[in-house]
Structure formats: structure tokens, C-alpha cells
């Protein structure tokens, strides 16, 4: 009897003992899942932080003229949405501790690169000065994967809005050719000022921006380059829709020099016509985007008669002459910057050449 007890007892240490050592491993084994899935979200937590290096800690990187610019002056200033695309949302902010107006251009996380790849195109777009492109003075990072480019107000708005709005400065020579000379300034030190060029790919009279003086700043330089494939592309896309679109784009998905320069030809057309880019009714031969006013008078060797009359009726009996001569060389300069064939354009720096003769 007293064997039969001692085996019992035998039986169920060594199926206690079993358990313990089922339960230690189960427990090992949870334990273990748990260090790893801590593990790899440290890791990817310093990862984040190394995306984030040189962002200071409130996520704002501050270029010249914002040096006391700060995240809460930013997210807390009273705006207004002023302009949208598919990749961003424009806003006029006023920032409430300096009494100022910025432009905030927020851009759509899905649109855009991740921050590693961003981080160092912004420090490269937040170092370019020049008196006729718009700066970047301030970037902001936010927890969402948000991004915010902030850059200084123009009170006069864009070319577009100077041209439509039936404004008479927008048909004085004197104001077109300010405006020509700065866009085509602007122009040359992307594509030659640089140690690394920058194409515009977006180039039209929305993205001129103007001061009281009727100065001209290029804005929107760059931005291809925060976006990722899709939404560069749409970018093109919709460059195509408004009529500045180069007609080898079609074919090919890449802006260049040459298709930078077709654009800057059709602004050109826009500033002396007083007309739109595009026909809202293109006829079906229309093998690049010229308004079909503009196309006729061309094959009729009519362009001395496009330009808007006010041009030079705005002058003196004395200057007339002069201003006629210079808007034809314009005209003819247009032209040759909208050539279906891009080997046949002018580059930026030919363009400020002529521009500067024209001025003489």
C-alpha cells in the first residue's frame, strides 16, 4: 500500500514538474516575441530619428529671413486657402507675432518622398537666393507625415491674375518687359547659376508671383523634386491642360531645359496678347498650344497686330515707333522659345541676351 502511494505521489511530481516546464517555455517563447517586437520598434522609432536628423526638436528648419520663426506662429496663424492641386493646398497666413503675411504651402503626404530622401532636397531649395525667385524660408515636419513649405507673401498676386483682371499696368512695355527680364533672369540661374541645375518642369503665369513694383518671383522651382513619380507626373499632366506643356512631353515624361524655355515662350505670348494660353476649342491639327488668333496671324504674316493695342497706346508719339520694333523682336523671340523642336530653342541665357539688347 505504502508502495502504490509513493508511486502515485512519483506520478503526479513528475506531471507537476511537466507543467511548470510547459507553462516556463510558453512563457519564454511570449516573452521572447514580445523583446523582439519592442526590438524592431526601437529600431524603427531611431530610424524615424535618423530620417528626421537635422530637424530640430520641433520639427521646423529655419533658412534665412525666418531665423525666429517658430512651429506655434506657423500652425496657429489665422489663413485662408488660396489655391489647391492634387499634390498640395495653398494658404495666405498671417502670422500673428511679426503682423506679416506668409504663403504656406501644404503639401499631401501621399504625394510626397519619405522625410530621408526629402530632408536633403529641402536644404538644397532653402539655400537658393535670387532677387527673382521666390525663397523658401521655412520647412515643417509633422507628426502625420505632413509637410509645410513656407515662403513670403507677394500683395499683387500672380502674372495670371495681372493679365485676367483687366488691370492697364499689365499692357505697358515698360511693365512687360520688367516682367520678361526678371522671369528670364530667374530662368537662367536655375538652369546655369547652379552647381546643380534645376529644371522648373511647372513653368506659367500662376507660378509668377508679383511685388508692388511689378517685380517678377518664380515660385514653385523645385517642387518636382519632393514628389514622388505619380504625382510629378500629374504635375505635367495638368501643366499640359492649362497650355504651357512642350509638345515632346508628350512623348517623353521628363522636363527639360528645352521644355522650360517652350513654357517661358507662351507666357511671353500671354504678357503681349492679353490671351489665354490654350483654346478652349483646339482645333484637331493643333500640334503645340498657341491661342488659334495668334496661330492664324502667324501664317498670314500678321504679327506686328497682335500685341494688345493698349501696349502701345500707352506710349508717347515719340516712342511708339521704338515700342512697336521692340514688342515685334518680342513677338519673334516668343516664337522662336515655342519651336515644336526643342533643338530649335533659344537656351535661358540666349533669351536674357536679347531681353537685355531690347532694353537698349
Known sequence: MEQKLML???????????????VFLLF?????????????????????????????????????????????????????????????????ANLMSTNSLALLRFLRPACTLRMKEVLPIIEFLGSIRHPNLVPLCAFYAGPR???LMVHPFYRLGNLAQLIRD??????????????????????????????????????????????????????????????????????????????????????????????????????????LTGKE????????????????????????DQITELYHPDIILSQSKDQRAVTKDRVLRLFQLSMACCSPSPSLRPDAKQILSKLEELGK
Not at 502515485?8 to 510547459?22: D, E, H, S
Not at 525666429?68 to 489647391?84: F, Q, R
Not at 491639327?285 to 501664317?299: F, G, K, M, S, T
Open 145 to 147: 507625415g505632413e509637410k
Open 28 to 92: 519564454y517563447c511570449c516573452r521572447k516575441k514580445t523583446v523582439a517586437a519592442e526590438f524592431t520598434k526601437d529600431v524603427e522609432a531611431s530610424f524615424e530619428c535618423k530620417e528626421k536628423e537635422g530637424i530640430d526638436k520641433e520639427d521646423l528648419i529655419r533658412f534665412q529671413g525666418a531665423e525666429d520663426l517658430s512651429v506655434h506662429d506657423i500652425l496657429e496663424a489665422p489663413g485662408e486657402v488660396i489655391g489647391k492641386s492634387s499634390y498640395g493646398t495653398l494658404y495666405r
Open 166 to 271: 483687366g488691370n492697364g499696368e499689365a499692357h505697358r512695355w515698360p511693365i512687360i518687359y520688367r516682367i520678361s527680364i526678371g522671369i528670364a533672369k530667374a530662368l537662367t540661374y536655375l538652369h546655369l547659376g547652379l552647381e546643380k541645375p534645376i529644371i522648373h518642369g511647372n513653368l506659367k503665369s500662376k507660378n509668377i508671383l508679383l511685388d508692388r513694383h511689378y517685380q517678377p518671383y518664380l515660385s514653385d522651382f523645385g517642387l518636382h523634386l519632393l514628389l514622388n513619380p505619380t504625382a510629378g507626373q500629374q504635375m505635367l499632366e495638368a501643366s499640359e491642360a492649362e497650355g504651357y506643356k512642350a509638345p515632346e512631353l508628350i512623348k517623353m515624361k521628363d522636363a527639360s531645359e528645352e521644355s522650360d524655355v517652350f513654357s517661358f515662350g507662351i507666357i511671353l505670348l500671354e504678357l
Open 277 to 300: 494660353p490654350i483654346d478652349e476649342n483646339p482645333t484637331p491639327d493643333q500640334d503645340y498650344h498657341l491661342p488659334n488668333v495668334i496661330r492664324a496671324a502667324i501664317l498670314d
Open 8 to 22: 502515485i505521489l512519483i506520478i503526479v511530481g513528475v506531471t507537476l514538474f511537466a507543467v511548470v516546464i510547459v
